[in-house]
């Protein structure tokens, strides 16, 4: 406890980082960050911003920056953007790299000497229409932060199935599989059906009329009979984490076979 005390009075070390070293998280007038989930759980805290004020985003943005190097935030408007980006700019003590995906509203920072993981697995993220992008999007933004290589695969919905069978050999060389997909949640049924990989089902809220707001395709993949996972409507950044997860236990035993 004495090397962080002294390191944070050198101002080698910031409060809040020495705060989420002995507690594991970070408290702020926003809430608390929790700053060692990625150690002890394997991923990233994400901050939805969602909910919440552009302020009270970028307060919890500045925490995570200083106490991980990182700041993942999900759901995010232009405001919210905005908002920490200038926090940042003020309140953090390093340069900071942004990466604002506008289509899955996610905005991932790093300070400049943040060291990512790399994993060595792949996983494949796919979609059944551009109408999934958005979802999609969220979870590939999630597995590059946790170092998994991604591979998309897109637009290959069951309406012609010839649109999946040529992407076949891709979709079995994958360690993982996100499919998303909307209407009646079709696609990840069939693709479980044809690789022997794990299959994680993201229903997805496009469509129209009764059952549109994704409620048929999360009914139909529950219902799957074929085998596969299944998280809830919309869920991109649970299901990026899930397969974040198996990427990182393939990458693992992949390192101890060479």
């Known amino acids: 406890m004495r090397d962080l005390l002294e390191a944070v009075a050198d101002g080698e070390l910031s409060p809040e980082a020495a705060e989420a070293r002995l507690a594991g998280y970070v408290t702020t007038g926003a809430g608390r960050f929790d700053a060692a989930r990625e150690s002890r759980r394997g991923a990233p805290e994400g901050i939805l911003a969602s909910g919440k004020t552009p302020a009270e985003v970028a307060v919890l943005a500045t925490a995570a920056l200083e106490s991980t190097g990182r700041a993942l935030v999900t759901r995010t408007s232009d405001a919210d953007v905005d908002a920490v980006i200038e926090a940042a700019a003020e309140d953090v003590d390093a340069a900071i790299e942004f990466d604002h995906d506008e289509r899955a509203r996610t905005l991932l920072a790093q300070t400049a000497d943040h060291d990512p993981p790399e994993l060595d697995a792949t996983v494949g993220v796919v979609t059944g229409g551009t109408a999934d992008g958005a979802v999609a999007g969220e979870a590939t933004v999630v597995l590059d932060a946790m170092g998994a290589t991604v591979e998309?695969?897109?637009?290959?919905?069951?309406?012609?199935?010839?649109?999946?069978?040529?992407?076949?050999?891709?979709?079995?060389?994958?360690?993982?599989?996100?499919?998303?997909?909307?209407?009646?949640?079709?696609?990840?049924?069939?693709?479980?059906?044809?690789?022997?990989?794990?299959?994680?089902?993201?229903?997805?809220?496009?469509?129209?009329?009764?059952?549109?707001?994704?409620?048929?395709?999360?009914?139909?993949?529950?219902?799957?009979?074929?085998v596969l996972s299944v998280v809830n409507v919309d869920a991109g950044f649970v299901a990026g984490t899930q397969a974040g997860l198996i990427a990182r236990a393939v990458s693992a035993a992949r390192s101890q076979t060479e």
Do not use: F, K, N, W
């Not at 290959?156 to 999946?164: K, M, P």
């Not at 499919?179 to 079709?186: D, F, H, L, S, Y």
């Not at 059906?193 to 529950?222: F, Q």
């Open 152 to 226: 998309r695969v897109d637009d290959v919905g069951v309406a012609h199935l010839g649109r999946v069978l040529d992407h076949l050999e891709r979709l079995r060389d994958a360690d993982a599989l996100i499919v998303a997909a909307g209407r009646e949640g079709a696609l990840p049924t069939v693709v479980a059906g044809l690789v022997d990989t794990p299959v994680i089902g993201v229903p997805v809220s496009s469509g129209y009329g009764h059952g549109g707001d994704g409620e048929a395709a999360l009914a139909g993949m529950l219902q799957s009979c074929t």
